[in-house]
Structure formats: C-alpha cells, structure tokens
DNA sequence: CTGAAAGCGCTTACAG
DNA sequence: CTGAAAGCGCTTACAG
C-alpha cells in the first residue's frame, strides 16, 4: 500500500537519487521530469518526513508552548504565530500545559526530542528549571509575554499601559480608587500592571487608593469585586485583565450598581466581547496577533542565527468606551 | 554536541541494542541498566523521534484540525482532546485551517506527511474533496461537529436542542418569532438547527416566525440583528450561535430596548461569557470539552481497529436564565 | 543530468 | 541478558 522512494524510482524507471532530486528542486531533465511526476501520481506517493529529517538534521517546526488554550491572548497570538510561520515555510506544532509549571517543563523536553527547530513560550512566569531546561535543550527559545534576562523576549508594555491607565482615572477626577490585580508570581500582570499603576495615581496626593487582589477566575472575580464594593465603595474599579473586568461589571449588577454611574470599570486586554457587551469595558488594547507574528519572525531569525534584539516591547492602546463616568 | 545512542552505548560499554532495549523497556540486568542510566544523565541523551518514528513506523501523534482557534467552542474541543490524549499516551498536533476550506484539505496531506496515527477534524463543511483525502492518506478519520456517511462522527445534538429551544420559547408565550441562523453550508449550525427549531414553532399555527440568516461574525450579527427589530419588530430572537446572540444583545440596546422587556434573546452554545454578561443569557450547552474526549479516545480505539459506531450524539443542556420574558 | 553508495539514528529479529 | 547486522526511507557528496 504505502509507496515509498524506490517504488517511485522503479516505476518511473530512474534512480532514488533521481526521484529524490525531483523532490528537493534539484536538476533534473524534463523528460525525467515528466516520468516521475507521472508516478507519483499514479501512485499518490507521500514523502516520509521522518525519513526526510533524520537525513536532514533539522525540521521546519516550531514548538509552541501555551498555559491554556482557552484564553483570548493565547488564541490571538497562536494565530499570529501560525500565520507569520506559515509564510516562512515554517509549521507550528502546539503544546498546551494547561497552566501546570510541571507540565511546562516536560512539554519543553518532549519538544526537544521531537527536534523542533526552535521554541515559543507564551510564557506566565519562568523558573530556574525553565533556565535549565532551556540550556540543556540548545534549540533557539523566545519568551514571550514575560521577560527574563537569559533569553529573548517579547512582552506588551504592561508598565507603560497600566500607567496610563493611571493617569486617565485621575483625569476623570475619580479619588476614591480601587485597583483588583493578580498575585505577583506574574510579573507581568502580577507586578508590572500593579507598578505602573500605582506609579501614576501616587502622584496625586488627595487619592485613596486600595490595592485587591484574585486569580484569572472570572468567579473568583465576581467575589473579590462583590467584597470591595460592600467594604471600600470605590467610585472606579480598575482591572487588571478584561476577564477580571468582566467578573467586576457582574459583581455591579449582582448588588445593583449602574455602571458608570454608581461604579466605573476598566480592564485590559481589549478582548473582542468587551465592545460587545453593554455597557462597553473602557480598556488597554494590546497587539496580541501582531505580537504572535513578530515571535514567529524573531524566533526564524534566531534560527539562522541573525540578530535579534535580546528584548522588544509591544505597543498598546487606550480604548476608551462607556464604562468609566466623569466625576 | 548532539549525542546518539551509539554515544551512549561506546560510554556505557554496551552495544547498540542493549541501549535501544533499556530505553524501550525490555530486559536488561540491572547492572547494565545502571551504566546507561548514568551515562544518559552525564551526556543529557534524548532519543531522536525520527529515527524511532521511521523504524516503528508508526508514531503517537493525532493530529487535529480546527477552522479557528479562537473559538470558544474550538478551544474546549481541543482541551479535552488533549487531555484525554495525554491520558492515553498519545500526543496532540493541532493544525490550524483558518477557515480556509483548501488549507483544511492540504492540513489532511500534511498531517498524513508527518505520520499521525489519526486525524480528529473539527468540521465546518465536509466536501468531496475531504472524502478523497480520508481516502488516499489511508489513517484513521474522525469527524467533530458534522457528520457523514463515509467517515466517524461525533456531534451535538443540533436538532434536538433547536427543538427544545423552540419549545422553550412557545411557551413563554411569545408569537412573534424571529430566528437568526447562519448559512446552509454549515449542516450542524446552519441546517440542523433551524430545521429542529422549525419543527418545534410549526407546532402551533397562531406564531408568525420569521427566518433570517447572518455570518458568525458578531460584528455582522449586530448589523442583521439590528434590521430585524426594525422591520419585523419580534418579541423574540432565536440566534444560532452564543456570538450571534451577543451581537442583538448589543443591538438591542443600541436600539433602546430593554431585554428580555422588550426583546427576548436566546443563544447557542453555553459560552463562559453568557453567564456573566447582563441580562445572563438563556442558551443550549453542548458539552464541548466532553466531546473532545470523547474524540480523543475514539480515534484511538479506530487507530487500535477497535469498533465504534459510526455516528455518536453528545447530550446538551438547555440554560434558563435572564434573557427570555413570559409574555 | 544521472546513478551507486554511504549514512542519518534508531529498532528488531536472530543468535548466542 | 547481550551483541552484530540488517533495514526503516530518505539525502547527499562523489563519479561519471
């Protein structure tokens, strides 16, 4: 049943090599041409590409590891990925570790063995037997989300957004501020979003300002945000992801605030049903697809070993929408 | 630098062979076990999956195929896919199609190029080319979302749900129905379910029901959601999908009407974010992450020439909760 | 332009 | 329990 190389050879009446040049683009006479076209044809003849790499010593894979696959960011930044990768005649091959460190660090191995030639990590936090892993492995690996001073990165400027942020709450004239982040074993979302933050609303002195804290949960949100109305009345709630916005607007309604009127909100991410949902989430849009398309390219670079820049910072922006009121 | 088993061997003091059996677990004297084990661990020896792939000729690998990957559904198919695989000591390739019908076609090659033991595709539509591709590359097939008399399928309950929706919707009383669906191409989402709904509503002959049809777009969605409360102004909007519901949520309020007062929605699909939204929306829950395992393990069983029945139906679960009003 | 041969890194009967 | 040898399906110098 399945055809390989020398039947293709034997069939069209040439050698292996021949056939095998057919493959690669070498030269080839027409007439040849033709015959072993023909033959594959005829037979539906697919290369092995076991057979192929073992010879070749390298593969046109890249390795993708993600915490979770159901997650607006990762699934934009996967196709970003995928998309740049596939213009660069390179595959993508997904490895979900299900927001388990553990499984994260055996998922780089098993991508190793599988000769991947490089590896993107949508990275949550990264630990020393990350940094160990990564060495041991010597495959090209790009960070990404997160930073580390060992190997590339690519990260959306969480500081400079959730300064903004900030800023724009204090223009709204809010004083009485809630700010609901992530546990720090996140720099990104955990610590940089939260410093950032702080950063802009401690320059005005006649604030109260209170820092919460909850998980990626949308549930769990629903709860600390119920707790901070009851215990702080905050006239704004700022976010430090959309999903926890979300949970916040719920909490709002559940104990029957108007939103902006009785509570404001803001978020970040710039998921797409933010717009959707009413009234829309005022958040930070970052450029998750366009990201994913810029590690496909650095990690390409990495590759054929170019320049790439040790870490890029992303752009974002501020969308501002209905759910933050004017005081 | 990249070591071999011959590497391992030569430090180890043993042939080949003995290597390869302690690796694939057959008998080996613990003394020897211990030689090998010691000089894997000095030299940080992984075993090239190509050269094992290219003699077992067979690998552990499913691939999966999916139209996009930021899908709710998708995303939840895909994790217990995973998941069960994981379980099963197979591992997941998720090849990304991007709702493009002729990449989905060269995914299947791709896939049969690389040897994966099987193929799960999350299908949209399946086409006469998709039946010529399950039958060249010759690997085991299993169809998620639609079915077809030519290969395994595993799907929601299109019919029933949109039955019990429709239902659900007589009565609460509404008479005035309008029913937003999505194209015929898509059998489960744009056939099925209007046709179960249709048969439900026909049941009583005093409702006036109107069909319309959208994308999956929720951007497009607002847009037609937006013409129907103009034109036909229905108590009711039945949306085929969770997203389409989202989108007349949003135009509902564009167009100052209260839900479910003025305006009662309903959804498909039990997306997270339909609970948390204000009103929550009343909707069908498939069980994505169910099927997914499901999938995982009936691809293995075909892989292992075990029976399955040729089509399987997964269960749903209609969601009372705001969005529809008793008229 | 074409072919014979060696070799990629493994596994698997087959002997011993 | 262990080793030598053949072979998986390709590719790649090397000759011609």
């Known amino acids: 049943m399945k055809k390989t190389i020398s039947d293709i050879a034997q069939i069209a009446g040439v050698a292996k090599s021949t056939v095998s040049r057919y493959l690669n683009g070498g030269s080839v006479s027409d007439a040849t041409k033709e015959k072993i076209k023909r033959a594959i044809q005829e037979t539906g003849y697919i290369p092995n590409t076991f057979a192929q790499s073992l010879k070749a010593k390298k593969t046109n894979i890249i390795g993708t590891i993600v915490p979770r696959l159901n997650s607006y960011a990762s699934s934009l930044t996967l196709i970003g990925i995928d998309e740049q990768l596939k213009e660069l005649n390179y595959q993508m091959l997904i490895s979900n570790s299900n927001q388990d460190l553990e499984r994260e660090i055996e998922n780089i191995y098993t991508l190793a063995n599988q000769k991947v030639a490089g590896i993107i990590l949508l990275a949550t936090q990264i630990t020393d037997q990350h940094i160990e892993a990564f060495r041991k492995i010597d495959i090209p690996v790009l960070l990404v989300g997160q930073q580390h001073k060992e190997v590339y990165s690519l990260i959306h400027d969480d500081y400079g957004a959730a300064y903004d942020i900030g800023q724009y709450i204090l223009a709204k004239g809010h004083k009485r501020i809630g700010y609901l982040g992530v546990g720090e074993h996140d720099i990104a979302v955990g610590v940089k979003r939260k410093q950032g933050f702080k950063e802009a609303v401690d320059t005005k002195s006649d ?56 509570l404001s909100i803001t978020g970040f991410g710039g998921y797409q049903v933010t717009e959707v949902i009413h009234p829309a989430l005022t958040t930070v849009k970052f450029y998750y697809k366009e990201v994913g398309q810029r590690a496909a390219r650095n990690i390409v670079k990495l590759i054929n070993e170019e320049e790439i820049e040790k870490i890029s910072i992303s752009k974002y922006e501020i969308i501002e929408r209905e759910s933050v009121d004017n005081i």
Chains 1, 2 share one sequence.
Do not use: H, W
Request: net charge negative.
């Open 207 to 262: 604030c109260e300002v209170k820092y919460y804290e909850t998980s990626f949960n949308i549930a769990d949100a629903i709860g600390t945000a119920s707790e901070i109305i009851e215990e702080f009345q905050p006239s704004i709630l700022a976010c430090a992801t959309d999903n926890i916005a979300l949970g916040a607007l719920k909490a709002a309604y559940m104990r029957g605030l108007r939103v902006p009127e009785d």
